[in-house]
């Protein structure tokens, strides 16, 4: 049996990570400590210019049912030939894992980094919050979804217009194992580029 996640060392970690799936959590996710530590972790990436181009919106408790009811009528806008059942996997979208956070990605503009630049170190924030979450034995899964992508659900969320979610992630504790999906060759992937 392949083992997911091991510890043991920094690359053992990077050879065997795996989320755990959103759909399979249960509680409990992150304590505040261990929230804390994850976001200690997650801002220690490369950021050209020092712009910190990013930030967090945090949903647990009693918010990630009061952001359903917001999901749930946006969705219903959406697609009004839709029935309850998928009118209630719009509200049960946060109710997955204890614990949900979005990772907002909020570029500089008119400056002289590159805002692609600036929503990479976003992605490498979404990153990092991975691996700190998997190192503390949290399940953890990096997701996007259509919330992601819709205006009106973005600025209840109080986003900028600049701004963009890079990603949701959903903490929790995994309620079935983990499976390995099919793996690139990395070998395949790789050109060596030679002068013409």
């Known amino acids: ?6 510890t043991s ?20 996710g992150p304590t505040p400590e261990q929230l804390s530590e994850i976001l200690s972790c997650a ?8 712009l910190a181009p990013w930030r967090f919106i945090l949903w647990e408790g009693d918010a990630r049912q009061s952001f359903g009811d917001v999901m749930k009528a946006r969705w219903q806008v959406l697609h009004p030939e839709h029935g309850e ?13 204890p614990t949900v ?7 500089h503009d008119n400056h002289k980094i590159p805002v ?18 998997t190192a503390l034995g949290l399940g953890c ?17 109080g986003l900028a217009p600049n701004e963009r979610l890079a990603g949701l992630m959903y903490f929790g504790t995994p309620a079935a194992p983990l499976e390995e999906r099919p793996r ?5 992937l790789l050109t060596r580029w030679q002068p013409s």
């Not at 801002?43 to 020092?50: F, Q």
């Not at 059942?85 to 894992?97: D, K, V």
């Not at 690139?184 to 395949?188: G, H, I």
């Open 1 to 6: 049996m392949q083992q997911f996640n091991d």
């Open 9 to 28: 060392s920094i690359l053992a970690l990077l050879k065997t990570r795996k989320s755990a799936s959103a759909k399979a959590m249960v509680a409990p």
């Open 43 to 50: 801002v220690r990436v490369p950021d050209h210019g020092k």
């Open 85 to 97: 059942q998928t009118l209630g996997s719009a509200y049960g979208l946060f109710l997955r894992a």
């Open 101 to 107: 956070l979005g990772v907002v990605s909020a570029p």
């Open 116 to 133: 692609w630049e600036q929503q990479l170190s976003a992605a490498a924030v979404c990153m990092n919050i991975l691996y700190a979450a």
């Open 141 to 157: 899964q990096w997701n996007t979804d259509w919330v992601v992508y819709d205006a009106e659900i973005a600025r209840a969320m």
């Open 184 to 188: 690139p060759d990395p070998a395949a």
